[in-house]
């Protein structure tokens, strides 16, 4: 049996004498050739390696995030739809295998029978798994060894021997999974603790059967920090046994790591000498960022249901009866309904008006490998006119505009993260040029992140194939968490665990920025289900933002050299403030915890929150660059040009732009010397030429029907002086 499809589906059928089912291949959205591929695992020319990126629950609706999902509306609103993450930290596995392990223990009143999936009396985990995270099967065996291990600074590395012990060749995957101490502390200021949660992963060569290969798994210990928004408002290190344990999937290396504990009743045969256990004697902060210097605090709080609603609880496995979620009614209050207004700003008094139309003599050119805090990008921006930085920022739908005074090129962006661009986003018709893949979360499938960087490559390629056009910007790739299995874009994301999630998109970004692609990772951020993402709140606590949402994102916007050059926001707003105006989220972490310095672009920029006078939006004044409008006529800021305020926010919004352009390939083969002649984007140069045809065609018509009156007066006329002239003879 084949499953295609892009999201995790109740697979209870397989194990139905009914069906007779003896073998079951999931392929989800395979792409331009991917039935190739298919054809080949079926007759057994190719060995299947991949394994799972959610959990095969075997009934969907049993995951607690399941109890608040879809379309509510805050009571007391006209319409203002919202979603609360009162699951906390325990989304997929996290939440499976955490359960798991209390049951084991037999603490938290884990087995009770809240949350069960069927009428039992007790809450089982055989009952509600049916394929773990990380599973997969293979036409052959394997056999693991965890052969060392070694600490340096903070980093761990495991050494693990792979042995094909079947009769074929094949590949196989290390999963490295960590799990932290759930302390009192943890406790008494709801810090949560998953039982594991992946660290590191690494695939083997192919294997002739008997062949051995030993692979080496660095895994940082910041991975098992945790944060603790109630506490000390920060992440944190406690003293106690942290362990690391490598499994055929989640569930099999949470086994191994209670074997090393020393638990017994497990559900399934289990390892010690598979896990490592590391004991910290004292507790510490992770209290800055490595990226920047700058301080790790609490960004989020107005995101968080309890600032609303002081009795609402997440759900905490110091007792899951207590707090197992159940579906919750937000009520509006004169506080909400104030944020949920779209407020205006408001003008700066200390904002003084920038150097604008300067002749510094700079091209963009001549700055492509200076640093951005360089003092040289204020001369070259001192350069820009009003109207060039107001256009800049103002029209960035699928494309960077040229900026004449510094010799920056014109680009084109493209959308889809399975390929690149299309005729209804550029105008151009790239399909007999560009590749169609397979959908992110089939790449995800392989668990080897080189796959997703050789993607990234092959993305840039396609770019570069465009030639002139300057295909410079990808609208991707896609990083949002596959909250539940019935959000709509599951295909388009990676996985439900946000390290997977951000090992895979990170690898993706570096392959295409190689290439000299500025990727706008999206949609950021908490934009986890479709319906009503426009106008959506989502509320979470900050400890399940920070370490699941925000975590897939994080590797490659953080990442330097090979980090994105880009981000899309989301549509939705994060707490009761839309993504793109949420100074915590695009200013505080993404460029002061994360020290991004690229451009922030909105989503298609037709939702109502993101309308208003956008130079002084709390979002633009440290995050949002530009909008993604292709209107000439829309967004008119009337007096910008004498506003300090906008003029010096459109500065700040051009400078990131512009360091983004200078770093793609729209640069390659641009001297320091050159100039930019303006030209119309593609899609422009259609319309106006649809403009010109109906105009002619408009001129035509007329000319056709002037010429016609005339000449049916000139037949009238003589044919009264011909009647005048018989009646005379």
């Not at 959205?29 to 991917?34: A, T």
């Not at 944190?236 to 504990?261: C, M, P, R, S, V």
């Amino acid at each position: 049996m084949l499953i295609n499809s892009g999201n995790a589906m109740e697979l209870s059928f397989l194990d139905s004498s009914r069906f007779n089912v003896d073998a079951c291949l999931w392929i989800g959205n395979p792409g331009q050739d991917g039935l190739y591929a298919v054809g080949d695992i079926l007759t057994g020319a190719v060995n299947p390696s991949g394994k799972t990126v959610d959990t095969y629950a075997r009934n969907s609706l049993s995951a607690p995030a399941l109890m608040n999902f879809g379309s509510n509306i805050i009571a007391g609103t006209d319409n203002a739809p919202y979603v609360v993450y009162q699951e906390g930290i325990y989304v997929g596995y996290k939440y499976y295998e955490t359960r798991y392990e209390d049951c084991v223990l037999g603490q938290g009143n884990a087995d009770s029978a809240v949350g069960a999936s069927d009428t039992a009396d007790k809450w089982s985990y055989g009952s509600e798994v049916q394929f773990p995270f990380g599973f997969g099967l293979s036409y052959t065996s394997f056999e693991q060894v965890l052969s060392g291990s070694a600490q340096k600074d903070d980093t761990v590395t495991l050494t693990v021997k792979v042995t094909n012990t079947g009769s074929l060749a094949g590949k196989d995957v290390v999963e490295v999974y960590g799990q932290s101490p759930y302390t009192d502390y943890d406790r008494a200021n709801g810090v949560e603790k998953a039982a594991v949660q992946l660290v590191g992963l690494a695939k083997t060569d192919e294997l002739a059967p008997g062949q051995s290969q030993t692979l080496e798994v660095a895994v940082s210990l910041a991975s098992l920090k945790s944060y603790d928004e109630g506490g000390k408002g920060t992440y944190i290190f406690e003293a106690g046994d942290y362990y690391l344990a490598i499994g055929t999937d989640a569930h099999d290396a949470l086994n191994n790591i209670l074997a090393a504990k020393g638990a017994s009743g497990m559900d399934a045969e289990s390892d010690a000498r598979k896990a490592v256990k590391l004991s910290l004697g004292e507790s510490s902060d992770y209290a800055t960022s490595p990226y920047t210097g700058a301080a790790v605090q609490n960004q989020f709080e107005d995101a968080d249901m309890r600032s609303y609603d002081a009795s609402f609880t997440y759900l905490t496995r110091s007792d899951w009866e207590a707090s197992y979620p159940t579906a919750y009614i937000f009520t509006a209050t004169d506080e909400v309904l104030h944020a949920l207004a779209v407020q205006e700003g408001q003008d700066d008094p200390s904002a003084v008006m920038p150097t604008t139309g300067a002749q510094n003599g700079l091209t963009l050119a001549m700055l492509r490998e200076v640093d951005a805090d360089d003092p040289a990008w204020d001369d070259l921006l001192d350069q820009l006119t009003p109207e060039e930085m107001y256009n800049l920022v103002r029209v960035g739908g699928y494309q960077t505009q040229a900026v004449n005074s510094v010799g920056a090129p014109a680009t084109v962006c493209v959308d889809g993260p399975a390929y690149v661009g299309n005729a209804g986003t550029t105008g151009v018709n790239t399909v007999e040029k560009t590749y169609a893949w397979c959908s992110e979360v089939v790449i995800s499938s392989t668990w080897n992140p080189a796959c997703a960087k050789a993607m990234g490559e092959q993305i840039g390629e396609d770019c570069l194939a465009q030639g002139d056009l300057n295909f410079a910007g990808w609208y991707a790739p896609s990083m949002n968490i596959h909250r539940t299995p019935f959000s709509g874009r599951n295909f388009e994301y990676y996985s439900e665990d946000g390290f997977l999630s951000g090992q895979f998109g990170a690898a993706t970004v570096a392959g295409a920025r190689s290439k000299g692609v500025m990727t706008f990772v999206k949609h950021f951020a908490l934009n986890d289900q479709e319906t009503s993402r426009t106008t959506i709140a989502t509320l979470s606590n900050e400890q399940a933002i920070r370490e699941i949402y925000l975590a897939a994102f994080e590797p490659s916007i953080s990442g330097g050299d090979e980090g994105t050059l880009g981000i899309m926001l989301s549509m939705n707003r994060v707490g009761l403030v839309w993504s793109g105006d949420n100074k915590g989220l695009t200013a505080n972490v993404v460029r002061g915890e994360w020290g991004f310095k690229g451009a922030i672009i909105t989503d298609q920029a037709s939702y109502p929150q993101a309308f208003p006078l956008l130079a002084i939006r709390a979002g633009l004044a440290g995050g949002t660059d530009m909008w993604l409008n292709s209107g000439t006529d829309n967004w008119q800021i009337d007096g910008y040009a004498s506003n300090p305020t906008v003029m010096t926010q459109l500065r700040q919004a051009s400078k990131h732009i512009l360091y983004a352009v200078s770093r793609s390939l729209a640069m390659n083969g641009i001297s320091s010397t050159a100039k930019v002649v303006s030209v119309m984007a593609p899609w422009q140069m259609a319309l106006t030429g649809i403009d010109v045809a109906a105009a002619v065609g408009a001129a035509a018509g007329i000319y056709a029907i002037v010429r016609g009156a005339k000449r049916r007066k000139a037949e009238a006329a003589e044919d009264e002086e011909s009647s005048d002239s018989s009646t005379s003879e």
